[in-house]
């Protein structure tokens, strides 16, 4: 290769990340419901934060922002910092973002056994600063990373189950379902009044579970077998061979379910869906914490 070759070639340009972080101090508590409080954060270049919401996931930084922080590298320099000093990091769901005012919202789940998001959630006041891993709107990928909400253009019916964890991501979708859609939203949560500000279409009906119990996601299951049930009819389902079809970024189903909450129970309601092979891209599983641990570790 000739001088000039290289002289006249472009630079490789590297795709801008999806998320970035940003620094942030409280603005504002909200008291919710019993089991939830809303923080509302402020930040001088939020007006940059994606606004996709969904269930697209956003990471807390439970500490003051440091420079190493907030750079390109910010999760190496995370990484390198000893147990002593390395902060707290939680996943979390926005539950509203107001680019004008240079805000977001993200309401966080307290709840009994207190790890150190819910102990942050309990004790934080305005001017408390803290460190928010959101989606970059320069981003070409802003939009998509992070979300498991992928239903098709064929989706006619859906199912949503989840815990209090998945609360704010199942607000969110529910704003967003077509009018015409069917389905169920299945909610298992500390307390009924808990349910606050779920608008579903009028073909998706609200079913709220108040959990009596440790028996974690009781509720969920004869939902899910109705579900089941319905697509196999459609011929959605087929006999079990012991393998998943590729999955694939858009549901050519016509039933589409998502699944969040304690990682145990909802490992469960995978195993039974895997049974009758379900095209795996016409379900959406997450586990957001683990029983036996703080809720928030």
């Known amino acids: 290769m000739t001088s000039a070759e290289i002289s006249t070639r472009r630079p490789v340009e590297r ?16 008291d919710l419901s019993p089991s939830f409080r809303r923080l509302t954060l402020t930040g001088p270049d939020l007006e940059e934060c994606g606004a996709a919401l969904l269930d697209q996931r956003i990471k807390l930084l439970l500490s003051d922002p440091a420079p190493e922080l907030l750079g390109a590298d910010w999760f190496e320099a995370w990484r390198a910092r000893s147990n002593l000093t390395r902060p707290p990091m939680r996943t979390y769901t926005l539950a509203g973002v107001d680019r004008r005012r240079r805000t977001i919202d993200v309401d966080l789940a307290c709840r009994p056994v207190h790890g150190p998001a819910s102990a942050f959630a309990l004790n934080a006041g305005p001017g408390d600063r803290l460190i928010v891993v959101g ?29 209090e964890t998945a609360l704010p991501a199942i607000r969110n979708i529910l704003a967003t379902v077509p009018f015409a859609a069917t389905g169920r939203a299945v909610l298992e949560l500390p307390h009924l009044s808990d349910a606050v500000d779920l608008h579903p279409p009028p ?23 109705e579900f089941l049930s319905a697509a196999a009819d459609h011929g959605e389902v087929h006999a079990p061979d012991g393998l998943w079809e590729e999955a694939q970024l858009d549901s050519a189903s016509a039933h589409y379910g998502w699944f969040a909450g304690e990682s145990g129970w909802v490992a469960g309601l995978r195993r039974r869906v895997r049974t009758t092979r379900m095209p795996r891209e016409a379900c959406s599983f997450m586990g957001y914490w683990r029983r036996g641990r703080a809720a928030d570790d």
């Open 15 to 30: 795709e801008r990340p999806s998320y970035r972080p940003f620094a942030v101090e409280v603005a504002s508590v909200t």
């Open 203 to 225: 073909g998706v009906e609200l079913i709220v579970s108040v959990r009596r119990s440790d028996d974690l996601g009781a509720a969920a299951l004869p939902h899910l077998l």
């Open 135 to 163: 989606p970059d709107k320069a981003s070409a990928n802003s939009s998509i990373d992070g979300i498991a909400w992928r239903p098709g253009s064929a989706t006619a019916r859906v199912l949503l189950v989840g815990d």
